[in-house]
Nanobody
Framework: VQLQAFGGGLVQAGGSLRLSCIAS????????MAWFRQAPGKEREFVSV???????RYADSVVGRFTISRDNAKNTVSLQMNSLKPEDTAVYYC?????????????????WGQGTLVTVSS
């Protein structure tokens, strides 16, 4: 199984970016697809998750600004990020997990992408 994330870059505060992640090497209709992020010197933190049913959850810090979506036929998950803030600067990772336990815990996810850097300038 491989996950490839892309779409990161440099953006000014208030701007938008769209991240995408493509999963290959299997079928993932039973898996939750998620985004985590890790800022320099900080632990990896949960951003958002979407189940195959379309149910979503978000970290409080991104509610109303970020929107997660998935295309089950294409094994892709996307994260539309609007109203970006400097504190959103981080490496963003996509992840897949089937039996999550606690959906906001990184330990519940089985597969991880390589990460894509998002930098928000003030």
């Amino acid at each position: 199984v491989q996950l490839q994330a892309f779409g990161g870059g440099l953006v000014q505060a208030g701007g938008s970016l769209r991240l995408s992640c493509i999963a290959s090497g299997g079928t993932f209709n039973s898996h939750a697809m998620a985004w985590f992020r890790q800022a320099p010197g900080k632990e990896r933190e949960f951003v958002s998750v979407i189940w195959s049913s379309g149910v979503t959850r978000y970290a409080d810090s991104v509610v109303g600004r970020f929107t997660i979506s998935r295309d089950n036929a294409k094994n892709t998950v996307s994260l539309q990020m609007n109203s970006l803030k400097p504190e959103d600067t981080a490496v963003y990772y996509c992840a897949l997990g089937r039996y999550l336990g606690t959906y906001y815990s990184a330990s519940g996810y089985d597969y991880w992408g390589q990460g894509t850097l998002v930098t928000v300038s003030s």
